[in-house]
């Protein structure tokens, strides 16, 4: 595997379900990020990771609850999740944080939720 | 706050340029980046400007940074079928040191045979 993956690609879930979306990157990086991208809405960050420590957290609703193991695995834990909550869930990381270090992203999971 | 914007859609023919236009708010981003992502992928990025240059090329590709009216724009020669895309302006404005970007809605950049 190279680059950034993401499991799984597509999720079906109901609002009392509980599910976990799972982001690996084979790049050696040390930062990873969580975005949401719905329809007609430009892209929200979601969480930050640098070295495993979460740095930033969009205010985002505590039914997402993000984990970094270590720095080559982040997961995205849901609950209790809404209809609202449908999009496409993308993974990135870079080497650093710093501005001008490229975001390698993802091919997504898209979450329906019902 | 921060805001990028674009237009939604633009639609060439092959062969022409495009030109694909993104304004931002921030003064303070230091880094503005152009991002493409097809059909079923995630986001690659492009190319991306120093906020201390005006232009920058790179083969098909021309940025043109106007820092003063926070216009950004990115030019793509010789447009071809497989450029078709949806295009995204970003900016890490204030937050240089966080990796947080701030995404337009992304232009939808249609090629026509």
């Known amino acids: 595997e190279t680059g950034v993956t993401q499991t799984p690609r597509h999720l079906v879930m109901g609002m009392t379900n509980k599910k976990s979306l799972k982001c690996e990157q084979h790049?050696?990086?040390?930062?990873m990020y969580w975005y949401k991208q719905s329809a007609k809405k430009p892209l929200e960050l979601m969480f930050v990771?640098?070295?495993?420590?979460?740095?930033e957290n969009n205010s985002v609703p505590s039914r997402f609850s993000p984990e970094c193991p270590n720095s080559s695995h982040l997961f995205l834990h849901l609950h209790t999740l809404q209809p609202e909550d449908s999009a496409l869930y993308l993974c990135a990381s870079s080497q650093d944080r710093t501005g001008g270090d490229e975001q390698f992203f993802g091919p997504g999971t898209r979450l329906t939720v019902l | 706050g921060e805001d990028v914007e674009q237009s939604l859609f633009l639609s060439v023919r092959e062969g022409d340029s495009s030109v694909i236009n993104c304004t931002y708010t921030d003064s303070s981003s230091t880094y503005l980046y152009w991002y493409k992502q097809e059909p079923g992928a995630g986001l690659q990025l492009l190319t991306y400007i120093f906020s201390n240059m005006d232009m920058k090329q790179d083969q098909r590709l021309t940025v043109l940074l106007n820092k003063k009216d926070k216009h950004l724009s990115l030019r793509i020669a010789d447009t071809q079928t497989g450029d078709s895309a949806i295009y995204f302006c970003?900016?890490?404005?204030?937050?240089?040191?966080?990796?947080?970007?701030?995404f337009g809605q992304g232009t939808t950049l249609q090629v026509k045979p």
């Open positions: 790049l050696g990086h040390n930062a």
């Open positions: 990771y640098n070295f495993k420590e979460q740095t």
């Open positions: 970003a900016e890490n404005g204030a937050f240089s040191n966080t990796g947080k970007l701030i």
